[in-house]
């Protein structure tokens, strides 16, 4: 199956500090979302992003489908910016939709 | 707020018996996934029905079984409870795009 790999594992950051987040998988894919998983465990969509960039505020992202990669930024980070990340990635074949979820990136964001 | 709803948020059983459940998906989505998430496996694809029928299936036990009804809500059983069992069990929907929203999710303690 696909491996999707992230990094770094875990993460550090002072209030208003900025980031990158990547996530590198092993096949091409035809789908990818960026999720994050609140303190709460609520899983969050931020991103369908399976090529090219987008922007949502203080959070943009970058996928290079032919390279196997995406780039979750993440500027001016505040506390509620803390939680887990997730990529998924999966390929639509015959309307079916599994993705498989990296190990995640634990973001604190302290004062 | 995803759209999707999940019920119940907790429940804490005893191991060998079994538990129920229950998800009602985003309205207009036809497909309906069911995800587990524990400290040793992370997140993972268990099962995917669209439209009432099974489409993909994923690491999903013998002893676990799910169903999508006609109104689109769907179940998932867990039956002969195993303390390793025990771990938050997503419910996810997705419409004509490929954007997969999660709901809050099903805490289940098996004790």
């Known amino acids: 199956g696909i491996q999707v790999e992230q990094s770094p594992p875990d993460l550090i950051l002072q209030e208003g500090a900025n980031s990158t987040l990547r996530c590198n998988f092993s096949?091409?894919?035809?789908?990818l979302q960026w999720f994050h998983q609140n303190p709460w465990g609520q899983l969050i969509n931020l991103f369908y992003?399976?090529?090219g960039t987008k922007q949502n505020g203080r959070l943009s992202a970058t996928t290079v489908a032919t390279e196997r990669y995406s780039l979750l930024y993440i500027s001016s980070s505040q506390t509620t910016d803390s939680g887990v990340y997730f990529c998924?990635?999966?390929?639509?074949?015959?309307?079916?939709?599994?993705?498989?979820f990296g190990t995640g990136t634990q973001l604190k964001v302290e004062l | 707020d995803s759209g999707v709803t999940q019920t119940p948020k907790h429940l804490i059983t005893a191991t060998g018996q079994r538990v129920t459940l229950r998800c009602s998906p985003r309205s207009g989505d036809l497909s309906v996934y069911w995800y587990q998430q524990s400290l040793d496996q992370g997140l993972q694809f268990l099962i995917q029905y669209y439209n009432g029928e099974e489409r993909a299936k994923g690491n999903i036990l013998e002893r676990f079984s799910a169903q999508q009804f006609p109104d689109l809500h769907s179940e998932l059983n867990l039956s002969s409870l195993e303390l390793g069992d025990s771990a938050l069990y997503f419910c996810?929907?997705?419409?004509?795009?490929?954007?997969?929203?999660f709901g809050e999710g099903s805490w289940l303690t098996v004790v």
């Open positions: 998924a990635v999966s390929i639509l074949t015959g309307g079916g939709n599994k993705l498989t």
């Open positions: 996810a929907s997705s419409g004509r795009e490929a954007t997969i929203y």
């Open positions: 096949d091409s894919v035809n789908n």
């Open positions: 992003i399976p090529s």
